[in-house]
């Protein structure tokens, strides 16, 4: 029965994929035609309506701007499609661990003749095996999520919500709480558990606060952990949680209790990554040639 459950589940998001993949490659031809004639901004991120990380780190979720903006999927776009690359509109590449995206990210720095901006991109590789291989030298203007990258280190986006100063001041329930990857479910049980497929960034905030520690194998998970000034420790599974700029405690299902002792919330995050962020859409506001200004809500 629980491999007849499994494959269930498997079958349903290959299907999902399926579907997300055809609906990307139209909507990546419609956006060709909408831009040319009407030029705008071209944002690319990973725009996975089931995993609330993906659809929390896109800038213009956080920015409005004047002018007029165009948003598309990376996943469809390892063939990207010609009315795309013949385009000289700025090109916003974020956020998100977009580096996994190798052949699509490096096809658009080849093919794309309009400026093009990194904003808060970073590595997501196995742990085991070579990293991405992405012209980064070919970027207008780079941000990366990754602490010392060689690169700016530009955190991710979803900072700036204002969900966070609420949430912050929520005192905790419980020692442990467990924020899973829906794919790969941490080993560990009795303590309350979430997984990234909550779409209700309300409750995620509302449920990673609500932990003295979060043990989490989530990107995402980790670093608003971090923001909320909770402790971290990560069980991971590829090296995106091993570059944050407040490292997280690296543990085990057997000493992830004993580890978290020697974690310390790091209280001024949110205002360091929210201040980088700012700064980089003044840079971007130029480079595109429109007002970016914050919205009200996110």
């Not at 978290?260 to 859409?281: T, V």
């Amino acid at each position: 029965m629980a491999g007849t459950y499994h494959y269930l589940k498997y079958a349903k998001y290959r299907t999902s994929r399926i579907f997300d993949r055809c609906w990307g490659f139209s909507s990546s031809s419609i956006v060709g035609l909408r831009q040319s004639v009407t030029p705008g901004v071209l944002s690319v991120h990973r725009r996975d309506s089931g995993n609330i990380g993906d659809m929390m780190c896109s800038p213009f979720r956080y920015f409005r701007t004047t002018g007029h903006l165009y948003e598309l999927d990376i996943e469809p776009l390892d063939a990207l499609s010609p009315l795309l690359s013949r385009r000289e509109d700025p090109l916003v590449l974020g956020g998100g661990g977009l580096f996994a995206f190798e052949a699509a990210v490096n096809r658009l720095l080849s093919r794309y003749q309009g400026p093009m901006i990194g904003w808060g991109i970073g590595r997501n590789n196995p742990l085991v095996g070579r990293g991405s291989r992405i012209q980064t030298e070919k970027f207008t203007l780079l941000g990366i999520r990754d602490w010392e990258s060689g690169h700016e280190w530009l955190p991710c986006v979803s900072c700036l919500s204002p969900l966070f100063d609420l949430y912050r001041a929520v005192p905790a329930q419980h020692d442990f709480v467990l924020y899973d990857h829906q794919h790969v479910r941490q080993p560990i049980e009795g303590h309350p558990r979430l997984t990234n497929a909550c779409m209700n960034f309300s409750q995620v905030l509302a449920f990673l606060s609500s932990g003295e520690t979060v043990v989490t194998n989530s990107y995402h998970g980790a670093y608003w952990a971090r923001l909320l000034g909770r402790r971290v420790v990560v069980l991971p599974f590829s090296d995106r949680l091993l570059h944050l700029r407040f490292p997280p405690i690296v543990g085990t299902a057997e000493n992830y209790r004993e580890r978290a002792k020697e974690d310390r919330p790091e209280l001024a995050a949110l205002s360091l990554c929210r201040e980088q962020n700012l700064r980089f859409s003044q840079r971007v506001s130029e480079l595109i040639e429109s007002e970016l200004q914050l919205t009200p809500t996110s």
